[in-house]
């Protein structure tokens, strides 16, 4: 080879190796920026996520501290288990004795009660007693009818205000001659009112904010109450296999018998009376989550047919939950202690019952009335 064709061979590899070594280091170059787009790209994914995981904490936090307040601004209702908006006075409950004359319908205030106690009265009609709190919000109460002595004993188990107009001769003795808070109509009628157009005496009514207004102006006021001793559910609770009972038939007299529907949808029970959706003056329709029907003997005891009843000791009681009823017991040791209710378990023995929380309903009968379920 001669020595020209040498040097030209080279500087054909010296050239032939730069164009190697540039497409090397251009390649290089590429997969380096291809890198550090792809960290890039990496790192503004995560921030997004941190981003959006931020948000989402927020998104639950919010609520949950506004929930948190709401809670804090409540108390449980002892009569019911729910949330009830807290006051800045002391808690007290408040047991109403309420109208069930057909000329007092239709009443105010039992939709909206916690608890009620229906019962017969002279010549089998029937009465109830209905408790509120002194939180709640209730425009109109009534109407408002006389005291029996049983009546006493049932608001005497929650350590309430006795709320109503006059009463047996038995009642009135007994309220002389015991410390019981009452409110009579008879003698404070500044806190009730008579409704001209309606017939006496089923014309009285009250409210929440009167009584409280009596409450206050009288020093009755307090926190120290007994609360309502029977356990509740946290929540609704399963179907029991026990006798499914969709209607219950409480066999009244004529004109005041009672039918309890239960509603599986929104699982509560429908109150009817004298066969009519039992509607109030508000247009709220009674019903209730617990059913209770408690057998209580009675014995007439003058001729105003005024009942003599032992609401002290035990007996029979039919439980009525979620469409179900089952057998049971009832159990009151003194009068300031409030009824308590056992069911039997499937071993045979007898256990406390757990309300469902909302309105309980407690239908007081005599051993032999007629119950259909």
């Known amino acids: 080879m001669t020595k020209n064709n040498s040097l030209k061979h080279k500087l054909i590899l010296s050239l032939t190796n730069k164009k190697i070594l540039k497409r090397i280091f251009f390649y290089f170059l590429i997969l380096f920026f291809l890198l550090i787009l792809s960290r890039l790209f990496f790192i503004y994914l995560d921030t997004k996520n941190e981003k959006s995981k ?23 209702n002892p009569l019911t288990n729910l949330d009830i908006k807290q006051k800045n006075t002391p808690f007290t409950i408040i047991a109403v004795v309420i109208d069930n004359h057909e000329l007092a319908r239709p009443q105010y205030g039992l939709a909206q009660a916690g608890l009620v106690y229906e019962t017969e009265v002279e010549g089998g009609i029937t009465r109830y007693l209905a408790f509120f709190t002194s939180y709640d919000d209730v425009e109109k109460i009534g109407p408002i009818r006389s005291a029996r002595h049983y009546f006493l004993d049932w608001s005497q188990g929650f350590s309430s205000l006795f709320v109503h107009c006059g009463g047996s001769p038995q009642a009135l003795a007994e309220l002389a001659g015991s410390p019981i808070n009452n409110l009579n109509e008879f003698y404070k009628n500044e806190y009730f009112q ?33 609360t309502y001793r029977q356990r509740f559910y946290n929540k609704n609770t399963p179907e029991r296999k026990n006798k499914q009972s969709q209607i219950v038939n409480i066999m009244y007299k004529s004109g005041y018998k009672v039918r309890w529907e239960y509603n599986k949808q929104k699982n509560l029970y429908i109150r009817y009376l004298d066969g009519e959706k039992h509607i109030t003056g508000k247009e709220n329709t009674v019903t209730s989550k617990n059913l209770i029907i408690q057998y209580i003997p009675a014995t007439v005891k003058d001729e105003q047919l005024r009942l003599e009843r032992q609401t002290l000791g035990e007996g029979k009681a039919i439980i009525c939950q979620n469409g179900y009823c089952q057998n049971g017991y009832w159990k009151k040791r003194s009068k300031n202690q409030a009824t308590q ?33």
């Open 54 to 76: 931020t948000q989402a904490h927020k998104n639950i936090e919010t609520p949950l501290k506004k929930l948190d307040t709401i809670r804090q601004d409540c108390i449980k």
């Open 194 to 226: 008579r409704e001209q157009e309606l017939p006496q005496p089923h014309n009285i009514f009250t409210s929440i904010s009167k009584i409280n207004k009596y409450l206050e102006e009288n020093d009755f006021l307090s926190s120290n109450i007994k």
């Open 341 to 373: 209710y056992f069911s039997k378990t499937a071993t045979g023995e007898y256990t406390d019952i757990k309300l469902i929380p909302g309105t309980t309903w407690i239908e007081i009968v005599k051993p032999k009335s007629k119950i259909i379920y």
